[in-house]
């Protein structure tokens, strides 16, 4: 049976989302960039938001900093409205963020940029997190490469221990170590109880790290869902290699979708039940079979056609 306070504690946690998206609306002129975006993301998780480029990801992300008004609906983050100028002013001490395009000034140093945030907002974890993402400090930051500009913004963007995290593509153009490193990192932040919130159009990178990702196109969410169950509505990728040439209409189920077949070869996506499956398979000489977790980008097909989001920068 559940107590009185669990039910008190259950309430008030929902009524604490770090970040709540309420209708929110941004018109550029004729371009509605965001149109009507309502979602949470609840404490303590990696959530992704994805779309390709132009579909409205920085446009939600400057909202919610009060960089830029809606036009029409709201959101919340940390509890604070982002139309009260001064609540939202005194939430962001607790907010850390990484734009897309670091506004640094250029001639300082790296480390005099960082002093310069740590005056505003502290650096606790500045030498921790130097350590780990290891920006050069001691020129300036015109002459740094667009990795270590990122290295230098992930390290400003967490140096004052916040609870939330935006970071606006934080990977983007980052070398496959260095997304490892950022990916483990942003684990590790979860696990330590931080929320962060970050953008992408990078599909794999979203299926490894978030747990939750909503879908932006054209503005609209298209998407809001669990990784798990995106990849479960998947179905698996199956790729079977039999001993004989195989004729395609016996060998294919109404659970198969997009069967291709090459010689003695069969790929396909498989949507019933594995049981079922493997009574198939049982049938048939097999040579080799080879079952998987259909990548996101099968799955965004749906969302976007062929084009959009699948590899591209
Ligand atoms: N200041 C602005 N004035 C006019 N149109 C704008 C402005 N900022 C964004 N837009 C338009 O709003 C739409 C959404 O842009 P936004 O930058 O939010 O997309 P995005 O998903 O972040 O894309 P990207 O990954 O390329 O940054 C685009 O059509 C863009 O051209």
Redesign the pocket.
Known sequence: MRTQIEDVETESDHDEATIRLDSLT?R??D?T??DGISFDVEAGEIFGYL????????????LLLGL?KPTSGTAEVLGEDIRDRRALTEAKANVGYLP?TLGFEERLTGRQALDYFARMRGDERRDELLELFRPPLDKSIETYSHGNKRMLGIVQAFMHDPDLVIL??PTSGLDPLKQDRMHLFLEEERDAGKTIFF?S?VLSEVQRVCDRVGI?R??ELVALEDIDDLLKRGGKQVRVHLAEPVDEQRFTTEEMIDVEVVDRTVRFTYTGEPAALLEHLVQYELEDVEIGDPQLDEIFKHYYGDDGLVGGE
């Open positions: 941004k550029y002129g371009v960039a965001n779309g390709p480029n132009g579909a409205g990801k920085t446009t939600t992300i400057r830029i897309d606006d593509e953008s159009h932006i054209e503005g």
